[in-house]
């Protein structure tokens, strides 16, 4: 196989550079003179969408990023993301642009779902697993966002400010650890600056540290339009410009070279790292490093086992609260249980933005928790939470061509000519850059088409959603138009739609037609896309929701209320504005409470809620954002089939006030990490606040004792790793799982540095009254601190302290080291 170096030399410097943008979204350009075929990239964190949404091949929707951290499993990850890369590979896709390793900054983050932790050596562990899953299954992985890419709000422009220490110690060792323990393929750069340089343009982190210093060997790519330089950028290290074909690079950095602002050696490394990249991926006259068979599509996995996806949603699950030891309930214990809240009748089991999928369908919530615990299960929703008109899930809408459920989609060009006519099992379409042939937005025209079946007689309300002109007409008559506007970001329009709301009087059991039309205006500043959206429900009143679930809650044995984030609340391309539940979902909570002291309450959301009724309620249960598996891993864990495995990797606050960073808002263009290294726990611990459940807290079915603390070593030289061995037992009724955590604390009190950080942690299981190891390694890095002045990692003698628990507020045995 030629050297990298020679293939670049077969190339014209015109085919060197066409190579370093895009052919379109998500395809790079084919080059015969080297037998490279296009390499083919794909959105995927929680599921891999493909190139397009495609309604009749569904992607498996795993639980969420900060879920899979829950689990603290490295194993796990890692074979999730496995069967994850294999399917990516049926899919003919070579390039999972995953995971998401920024830190979970504040718990307002439209986006916190998305990423691991709010602690670096959780979100490591984490991020090396998921990379080497990936791309074990011969998938190329790509961390994002690098770096400081925290904020949702205005985050194509904010400059971060960011000390290099805090980077250094907090946000870049998770990039670090994929690039020198995974050897990642793709280092993603983002939209916003640090320190005066966009991140695309900026040589300081991308030539100076990523592949200087840390030898990096693979791909810089840019965020989706986030270039917005020529020489800049093509001198601070970017490799890759997305998408394309337009952009700032082509015939403009091919005149620049030519010009001499811009060295051809520098053009040539950036196409040898893409010839690395195709030989990775097979994309090279079909080879690739390592063991072919490893890479075969023939030989990759459709869809993600379910069987796994449903081990790793319920070990995901964080039971917060478990007070009388109503939990594991007993199948056949009661005979009726109230299902309540609007996340029991409509879950969200993704979150929104590039990461979501068209999903496989989920079972049912009251089916499956009424097989499990043997009882009659009732459902009410309870209130209203959602921004937008519910998407009937219940067969009520029907393609009016061949009568199965959904709707019938046509795509016209100006001229009226239809370019796709086809049934969607959705009421929910997103074309997303890849729009079907011979469509040019905004002259073109989608029409939606339903036969709908109202269950109750009485009012409803129908809402079409999309951005451009929307008209709609039922049985024939035109009864609503409009011409929606963009929001402020192109994504936001994609998970919240801005939307026509049209009143109905329907009887039951009779059809009516409906019919959307939709010119989208869609192509933004950024990229183009078009999405659809039809809702029907019956028009609701809070009051009588709220009323008809609290006489359910009184009249059966237990009720389990499944509250949390409503449709498009969490999402890429915004922050949230508050951390309180949606609506009125407090106010339920109570109410059922109340009425029914066996009141399990699921929290549905990706990122910490308030909880004001914690004191009120049987049990707590946080379920991120769930994936496919919800509803089975629900009732595993509520019957104790299985164990609630979870453990926080974020902290959730008592009050907003508390979360030592509250604001995602950038002040003037500036977003400043002004407090330093203390965000998550490290803040809650120095400003002495209790937050209502700790980082690393999370209950089992079982008690653990911890008997033993063992160091490898009395004291280690600097740079020096540092062997750990904990010994705890089974002291509870039934086997089970434990994640033993281990902190190390400084030996000075410095205010601006943490009091204790995450070093090592282990996920454990024993037997009724087994007693078992966990064994650790602290790295010697974690007893360094990073000096500005000297440019360099520095270890300070003196003694340091292990304590090892159940979370970062339960220490339970401590050891001292000396650091020579």
């Not at 093509?234 to 890759?240: E, H, V």
């Not at 009249?555 to 951390?579: F, I, K, L, P, Q």
């Not at 991120?624 to 453990?647: H, N, T």
């Amino acid at each position: 196989m030629p050297a990298a170096s020679a293939l670049v030399a077969r190339l014209s410097l015109e085919q060197k550079v066409r190579l370093l943008t895009g052919a379109d979204s998500w395809r790079l350009y084919a080059e015969g003179e080297l037998g490279l075929r296009p390499i083919v990239m794909s959105d995927g964190p929680a599921g891999v969408r493909g190139i397009r949404f495609d309604a009749a091949r569904p992607s498996s929707s795993l639980p969420c990023p900060v879920a899979l951290a829950a689990t603290w499993d490295e194993q796990l990850v890692h074979d999730v993301a496995l069967a994850l890369g294999h399917e990516t590979r049926a899919r003919g896709v070579d390039v999972l642009l995953a995971p998401t390793v920024n830190i979970v900054r504040t718990p307002l983050s439209g986006r916190g779902f998305e990423c691991f932790s709010e602690d670096p050596v959780l979100t490591a562990r984490m991020a090396v697993a998921y990379v080497r899953g990936v791309q074990g299954a011969g998938v190329a992985a790509t961390v994002k966002h690098f770096v400081a890419n925290d904020s949702e709000t205005e985050r194509r422009t904010y400059d971060a400010l960011v000390a290099e220490s805090v980077l250094r110690e907090l946000y870049l060792p998770p990039f670090e650890a994929c690039v020198n323990e995974a050897d990642v393929a793709l280092v993603m750069a983002a939209y916003n600056s640090v320190n005066g340089a966009f991140m695309t343009a900026n040589r300081p982190l991308l030539h100076d540290l990523l592949k200087t210093e840390w030898r990096f060997r693979g791909v810089v790519i840019s965020d989706w339009s986030a270039t917005y330089t020529t020489v800049p950028s093509a001198q601070a290290g970017l490799d890759l410009v997305m998408p394309g074909p337009h952009g700032p690079w082509g015939d403009r950095l091919l005149a620049e070279v030519k010009a001499g602002n811009v060295s051809e050696a520098d053009i040539d490394d950036k196409v040898a790292r893409l010839i690395g990249l195709a030989r990775r991926v097979g994309a090279l006259n079909g080879s690739t490093d390592g063991d072919p068979s490893q890479h075969l599509k023939s030989a990759s996995r459709e869809l993600v086992d379910p069987a796994l996806l449903r081990e790793a949603t319920v070990r995901s699950f964080v039971l917060l609260t478990n007070r009388r030891g109503l939990l594991p309930m007993r199948s056949g214990a009661f005979e009726k249980l109230a299902l309540i809240g609007p996340n029991a009748v409509e879950p969200q089991t993704q979150g929104g933005g590039s990461v979501r999928v068209l999903a496989v369908a989920g079972r049912d919530l009251a089916e499956t928790l009424g097989e499990a615990l043997d009882t009659y299960v009732s459902v009410h929703q309870g209130c209203v939470t959602s921004a937008t008109i519910a998407v009937p899930h219940d067969g009520s809408l029907h393609d009016p061509v061949s009568g199965e459920t959904g709707v019938r989609v046509e795509v016209r060009t100006a001229d009226g000519a239809v370019v796709s006519d086809a049934r969607f099992p959705t009421s929910v379409l997103t074309w997303w850059d890849d729009l079907p042939a011979a469509v040019h937005l905004p002259d073109s025209e989608v029409v939606m088409r339903a036969k709908y079946r109202a269950r109750v007689d009485g009012p409803h309300v129908l809402g079409a959603a999309g951005v451009g002109m929307l008209r709609v007409f039922v049985d024939g008559t035109q009864v609503a138009e409009g011409n929606t506007e963009l929001r402020r970001d192109s994504v936001q329009a994609l998970s919240l739609p801005p939307e026509l709301r049209v009143p109905l009087q329907l009887k039951a059991d009779r059809d009516i037609d409906v019919r959307v039309e939709h010119q989208p205006a869609a192509r933004g500043p950024h990229f183009g896309f078009a999405t659809l959206r039809l809702g029907i429900e019956p028009a609701q009143e809070d009051d009588k929701l709220m009323a008809d679930a609290v006489v359910a809650a009184a009249g059966a044995d237990a009720a389990v209320v499944v509250v949390g984030s409503a449709d498009g609340t969490e999402s890429e391309g915004y922050d949230r504005e508050n951390m309180a539940l949606p609506g009125r979902q407090d106010e339920l909570v109570r109410r059922v409470a109340a009425a029914n002291p066996n009141t399990v309450v699921v929290i549905n959301s990706g990122m910490p809620v308030l909880m004001p009724w914690a004191d009120e309620v049987a049990a707590i249960i946080q379920v991120w954002f769930p994936g496919q598996a919800f509803s089975e891993a629900l009732a595993d864990m509520l019957v104790g089939v299985a164990e609630p495995g979870g453990r926080l990797p974020i902290s959730m606050p008592r009050a907003e006030a508390d979360s030592p960073v509250l604001s995602a808002k950038p002040d003037d263009g500036a977003l400043v990490y002004a407090e330093g290294l203390l965000v998550g726990y490290r803040g809650y611990d120095r400003k002495e606040k209790e937050p209502l459940f700790c980082f690393g807290h999370g209950l089992g079915y079982t008690d653990w004792t911890y008997e033993s603390l063992t160091l490898g070593s009395e004291s280690v030289s600097a740079g020096e790793d540092l062997s750990v061995v904990v010994g705890v037992r089974n002291s509870g009724r039934r086997a089970g799982r434990e994640v033993v955590q281990m902190y190390l604390e400084g030996s000075d009190d410095e205010p601006d540095r943490p009091l204790r950080v995450l070093c090592g942690f282990a996920n454990v299981g024993a037997g009724h009254g087994e007693r078992v190891e966990a064994h650790m390694t602290v790295p010697g890095r974690l007893f360094a601190r990073y000096d500005e002045h000297q440019r360099e990692w520095v270890w300070k003698p003196g003694t340091y302290a292990l304590r090892a628990g159940r979370s970062s507020r339960d220490l339970r045995l401590k050891a001292e080291v000396v650091l020579r």
